[in-house]
Nanobody, 122 residues
Framework: VQLQASGGGLVQAGGSLRLSCAAS????????MGWFRQAPGKEREFVAA????????YYDASVKGRWTISRDKTKNAGYLQMNSLEPADTAVYYC????????????????WGQGTLVTVSS
């Protein structure tokens, strides 16, 4: 499975962006797609995850209620709708796939996209 993340950019605080993750290759219904982010000088951290088949989701507390993870099985793509963006959300965002659980651990994921930069100005 190869993943291609896109949709990043520069946005003002309070604004919105929608990230996309296009997958080539089959993502099994039991598998999980996740989004992570990494700010300069910081470790990669979990944002959200979704089970591909059922659509069950899991969010980090820092984004719950502001952001929505989704997937379109017909397009073999995942999405991260980010609303009410804050300067602290500035980071490179990565999509990942292949976890068997709704895991927040990067080590649980097998496949990774290249990252897309989100910059939120104050």
């Amino acid at each position: 499975v190869q993943l291609q993340a896109s949709g990043g950019g520069l946005v003002q605080a309070g604004g919105s962006l929608r990230l996309s993750c296009a997958a080539s290759g089959r993502i099994f219904s039991s598998s999980v797609m996740g989004w992570f982010r990494q700010a300069p000088g910081k470790e990669r951290e979990f944002v959200a995850a979704i089970r591909w088949g059922s659509g069950v989701t899991y969010y980090d507390a820092s984004v719950k209620g502001r952001w929505t993870i989704s997937r379109d099985k017909t397009k073999n793509a995942g999405y991260l709708q980010m609303n009410s963006l804050e300067p602290a959300d500035t980071a490179v965002y990565y999509c990942a796939a292949g976890s068997v659980d709704l895991s927040s651990r990067p080590q649980s994921y097998v496949y990774w996209g290249q990252g897309t930069l989100v910059t939120v100005s104050s």
